[in-house]
C-alpha cells in the first residue's frame, strides 16, 4: 500500500502523543504535582490548588500509586477524609504524566454523574495543564466517557454484570465498592491483566462487612493504620474511638444526655498517658491542635509480609480536623441511644462510615449487651412467654441470628445476637437458649433447598415473602417444595431480624396473638 493511502492523523495530535511517549518520567511525586497543577472542585471547602498539608493522610497513597512495582492499591476510609478525592487526581496525574485508557467505576448511575459532572469535570476545567486538551461538552466528553489525546477515561456503573468485563485497560478506579454486587470488584481488577505489570487498580470505599469485597481487599495488602505521636509521653497510637475519645457524663434530671454542658469537654486523649491533645470547647483551636498533632504522623503496617504489589491503608473520620469531635459524638450517643430501643442500624453505619470498622456482628454479642441493654440478658424475666429464634441464612454459609423473647401482652425483649456458622452452631444455640424448635424461623430467600432441607432435619420454620406479605411453613418438618402458609405482617417479619432492612433489629410491633396460634407459650 502506497503511504499516500494511509488516512491522515492530524499533526497536532500526533505531536501531543510523541512528546508524552517520549517525555521522560516525571521526576516529581504525585501530591507535589496536584499541589502545582490541580485545582479542587467548587464542593471542596478550600478553593484553590491542592493543599498537601489539608489531607496529609493521603499524600503516601498518591505516591504509592506512581511507584511502577505497585499494582494494586486499597483505601478502607471513614466519610469526609477525601478518598474519593485521591482516587480523583491520581487518574489526574495519570492523564497528563503517564497516560493509558482508564475506567471509573460507581455502583450508583446517578451518583456516578455527580462525581463525574461536579468533580471531576469541573476540577479539569480549572486546571489549566488539563483543561487545554479536555475536549468540549458533547464532543469527545460527556457522563459516560471523556477522550484525551493520549488516552481516555470511561465513567462505567457496576450494577451491570455485563460491565465487569470487556476490553482491558491501564487503570482501574473503584468508588464505594461496599455498594456493589459481591465479587464485583475482584473481577473488575482483572481488566488490566493484559498491560503485563504496567496497569494499576485503585480501590476506595467505606466498610461494611466483616469478609465482604472491601475487607477481604484491605487485607490483601500491608494494611497502613495511621498512627500519631503523643507530645508528652512520645508514644506511638491509632486513633482509637474507645481508647482517644473521653468526654464528661453530663445528664439532665430526666437522664438524657446534656449537650450543651458536655460539648465542651469532648477531648482526645493520650491512651496511654491521658494527657490531653486537642479539646473541642473552642472550634477553631481544636482544629488547630488536631492539625498540631498530625504533623507526628506515620503509617504503621500490620501485615508487613504482604506483597508490594499490593498496598492497603486505612483511616477513620478522626483523622480529618474538618469533621468536628462535636458531631461525631452526637452521632455516637444518638445511634447508642437507639440501639438500647433496639434499633441497631444507626450503630452499625456509625462504626462503618465513621470508624472505618468492618461489622462483625459481634460488636453486640452477649459479651458487650451490657452497655446497649439496661437488663441481664441472662436474666429471667417473669412476663416472658416465648422465646424466638430467627436466622438470615447468607453466603459461605453466615448465619446472623437473633433470640426475642415475648410477653403475653405483645411486649418484646432482646435475648442475644449472633453470627454464627452454618446450622449446627445456630441448633447448639438453640439448645443453650432453650428455644423450642418450632419457634426457630430460617429466611430462605436466597437459599431456598439449602434452608428446606435443614428445616426438615431440625423440625425448623423456613420463611420467605415479599414487600408487605411473608410467611413461613408449618409446625411439621419442612418439605422441600412446601407453599409456605400464614401471611405475616411485615412489622413482624422485621422483628425477626431481616439483616437486610434498614430496621434490622426492630423490638417487634405484632401482638402476640397474631402468632399465638403457632407458638405456644413456654
Same mark, same amino acid.
Given at each position: 500500500?502506497?503511504?499516500?493511502?494511509?488516512?491522515?492523523?492530524?499533526?497536532?495530535?500526533?505531536?501531543?502523543?510523541?512528546?508524552?511517549?517520549?517525555?521522560?518520567?516525571?521526576?516529581?511525586?504525585?501530591?507535589?504535582?496536584?499541589?502545582?497543577?490541580?485545582?479542587?472542585?467548587?464542593?471542596?471547602?478550600?478553593?484553590?490548588?491542592?493543599?498537601?498539608?489539608?489531607?496529609?493522610?493521603?499524600?503516601?497513597?498518591?505516591?504509592?500509586?506512581?511507584?511502577?512495582?505497585?499494582?494494586?492499591?486499597?483505601?478502607?476510609?471513614?466519610?469526609?477524609?477525601?478518598?474519593?478525592?485521591?482516587?480523583?487526581?491520581?487518574?489526574?496525574?495519570?492523564?497528563?504524566?503517564?497516560?493509558?485508557?482508564?475506567?471509573?467505576?460507581?455502583?450508583?448511575?446517578?451518583?456516578?454523574?455527580?462525581?463525574?459532572?461536579?468533580?471531576?469535570?469541573?476540577?479539569?476545567?480549572?486546571?489549566?495543564?488539563?483543561?487545554?486538551?479536555?475536549?468540549?461538552?458533547?464532543?469527545?466528553?460527556?457522563?459516560?466517557?471523556?477522550?484525551?489525546?493520549?488516552?481516555?477515561?470511561?465513567?462505567?456503573?457496576?450494577?451491570?454484570?455485563?460491565?465487569?468485563?470487556?476490553?482491558?485497560?491501564?487503570?482501574?478506579?473503584?468508588?464505594?465498592? =461496599?455498594?456493589?454486587?459481591?465479587?464485583?470488584?475482584?473481577?473488575?481488577? !482483572? +481488566?488490566?491483566?493484559? #498491560? &503485563?505489570? /504496567?496497569?494499576?487498580?485503585?480501590?476506595?470505599?467505606?466498610?461494611?462487612?466483616?469478609?465482604?469485597?472491601?475487607?477481604?481487599?484491605?487485607?490483601?495488602?500491608?494494611?497502613?493504620?495511621?498512627?500519631?505521636?503523643?507530645?508528652?509521653?512520645?508514644?506511638?497510637?491509632?486513633?482509637?474511638?474507645?481508647?482517644?475519645?473521653?468526654?464528661?457524663?453530663?445528664?439532665?434530671?430526666?437522664?438524657?444526655?446534656?449537650?450543651?454542658?458536655?460539648?465542651?469537654?469532648?477531648?482526645?486523649?493520650?491512651?496511654?498517658?491521658?494527657?490531653?491533645?486537642?479539646?473541642?470547647?473552642?472550634?477553631?483551636?481544636?482544629?488547630?491542635?488536631?492539625?498540631?498533632?498530625?504533623?507526628?504522623? =506515620?503509617?504503621?503496617?500490620?501485615?508487613?509480609?504482604?506483597?508490594?504489589? !499490593? +498496598?492497603?491503608?486505612? #483511616? &477513620?473520620? /478522626?483523622?480529618?480536623?474538618?469533621?468536628?469531635?462535636?458531631?461525631?459524638?452526637?452521632?455516637?450517643?444518638?445511634?447508642?441511644?437507639?440501639?438500647?430501643?433496639?434499633?441497631?442500624?444507626?450503630?452499625?453505619?456509625?462504626?462503618?462510615?465513621?470508624?472505618?470498622?468492618?461489622?462483625?456482628?459481634?460488636?453486640?454479642?452477649?459479651?458487650?449487651?451490657?452497655?446497649?441493654?439496661?437488663?441481664?440478658?441472662?436474666?429471667?424475666?417473669?412476663?416472658?412467654?416465648?422465646?424466638?429464634?430467627?436466622?438470615?441464612?447468607?453466603?459461605?454459609?453466615?448465619?446472623?441470628?437473633?433470640?426475642?423473647?415475648?410477653?403475653?401482652?405483645?411486649?418484646?425483649?432482646?435475648?442475644?445476637?449472633?453470627?454464627?456458622?452454618?446450622?449446627?452452631?445456630?441448633?447448639?444455640?438453640?439448645?443453650?437458649?432453650?428455644?423450642?424448635?418450632?419457634?426457630?424461623?430460617?429466611?430462605?430467600?436466597?437459599?431456598?433447598?439449602?434452608?428446606?432441607?435443614?428445616?426438615?432435619?431440625?423440625?425448623?420454620?423456613?420463611?420467605?415473602?415479599?414487600?408487605?406479605?411473608?410467611?413461613?411453613?408449618?409446625?411439621?418438618?419442612?418439605?422441600?417444595?412446601?407453599?409456605?402458609?400464614?401471611?405475616?405482617?411485615?412489622?413482624?417479619?422485621?422483628?425477626?431480624?431481616?439483616?437486610?432492612?434498614?430496621?434490622?433489629?426492630?423490638?417487634?410491633?405484632?401482638?402476640?396473638?397474631?402468632?399465638?396460634?403457632?407458638?405456644?407459650?413456654?
Amino acid at each position: 500500500m502506497a503511504l499516500s493511502a494511509l488516512p491522515r492523523v492530524p499533526m497536532i495530535w500526533t505531536e501531543s502523543i510523541l512528546r508524552r511517549l517520549l517525555k521522560p518520567a516525571d521526576p516529581i511525586d504525585i501530591p507535589e504535582w496536584c499541589s502545582a497543577n490541580f485545582e479542587v472542585d467548587k464542593s471542596s471547602p478550600i478553593q484553590g490548588k491542592y493543599d498537601a498539608t489539608v489531607g496529609p493522610w493521603i499524600n503516601e497513597v498518591l505516591r504509592e500509586f506512581k511507584r511502577p512495582e505497585v499494582e494494586h492499591i486499597f483505601v478502607k476510609a471513614g466519610l469526609q477524609t477525601a478518598k474519593t478525592q485521591a482516587g480523583i487526581m491520581a487518574l489526574s496525574w495519570s492523564i497528563i504524566e503517564d497516560p493509558g485508557p482508564a475506567l471509573w467505576y460507581h455502583n450508583d448511575a446517578q451518583q456516578l454523574k455527580e462525581v463525574v459532572a461536579d468533580r471531576m469535570f469541573d476540577s479539569w476545567e480549572r486546571s489549566p495543564i488539563i483543561a487545554r486538551i479536555l475536549p468540549p461538552k458533547h464532543a469527545g466528553r460527556s457522563v459516560k466517557s471523556c477522550r484525551f489525546p493520549s488516552s481516555s477515561v470511561s465513567f462505567i456503573s457496576a450494577e451491570s454484570k455485563a460491565n465487569l468485563t470487556g476490553r482491558p485497560a491501564r487503570y482501574v478506579f473503584g468508588d464505594e465498592i =461496599k455498594d456493589w454486587p459481591r465479587g464485583a470488584w475482584p473481577t473488575v481488577k !482483572k +481488566r488490566i491483566s493484559a #498491560w &503485563s505489570g /504496567l496497569g494499576k487498580t485503585f480501590g476506595f470505599s467505606t466498610p461494611q462487612d466483616e469478609g465482604d469485597d472491601v475487607d477481604q481487599s484491605f487485607l490483601e495488602g500491608q494494611q497502613a493504620h495511621l498512627h500519631v505521636t503523643c507530645p508528652h509521653c512520645e508514644r506511638d497510637q491509632e486513633l482509637n474511638w474507645e481508647k482517644n475519645i473521653e468526654w464528661d457524663k453530663h445528664k439532665t434530671a430526666e437522664g438524657e444526655w446534656d449537650f450543651k454542658l458536655l460539648e465542651p469537654t469532648i477531648r482526645i486523649e493520650c491512651a496511654h498517658c491521658k494527657a490531653v491533645l486537642a479539646r473541642c470547647a473552642d472550634a477553631a483551636e481544636e482544629m488547630m491542635q488536631r492539625y498540631t498533632l498530625l504533623r507526628s504522623f =506515620k503509617w504503621v503496617a500490620y501485615n508487613p509480609a504482604a506483597p508490594a504489589s !499490593k +498496598r492497603s491503608y486505612t #483511616w &477513620s473520620s /478522626l483523622v480529618n480536623p474538618r469533621v468536628p469531635l462535636r458531631i461525631l459524638v452526637q452521632e455516637f450517643l444518638s445511634a447508642k441511644a437507639m440501639a438500647k430501643l433496639g434499633y441497631f442500624q444507626a450503630l452499625k453505619d456509625f462504626h462503618n462510615q465513621r470508624l472505618s470498622k468492618s461489622w462483625t456482628g459481634l460488636e453486640h454479642d452477649d459479651a458487650t449487651l451490657p452497655n446497649i441493654v439496661d437488663y441481664n440478658t441472662a436474666d429471667k424475666w417473669p412476663e416472658g412467654a416465648a422465646k424466638i429464634i430467627t436466622v438470615d441464612y447468607q453466603n459461605l454459609g453466615v448465619a446472623p441470628t437473633l433470640c426475642w423473647q415475648w410477653s403475653r401482652k405483645g411486649e418484646a425483649r432482646f435475648i442475644a445476637f449472633h453470627m454464627l456458622d452454618g446450622f449446627a452452631a445456630v441448633a447448639q444455640l438453640a439448645q443453650s437458649l432453650h428455644v423450642p424448635r418450632e419457634n426457630i424461623f430460617v429466611d430462605m430467600r436466597f437459599h431456598r433447598e439449602d434452608v428446606l432441607t435443614e428445616c426438615q432435619r431440625y423440625g425448623w420454620r423456613a420463611m420467605i415473602g415479599e414487600g408487605d406479605k411473608w410467611s413461613y411453613t408449618s409446625r411439621k418438618a419442612s418439605q422441600i417444595g412446601d407453599t409456605p402458609k400464614n401471611p405475616l405482617g411485615t412489622g413482624y417479619y422485621l422483628s425477626l431480624g431481616h439483616l437486610d432492612d434498614v430496621d434490622w433489629l426492630a423490638p417487634p410491633a405484632a401482638p402476640f396473638e397474631v402468632i399465638a396460634s403457632e407458638i405456644k407459650a413456654q
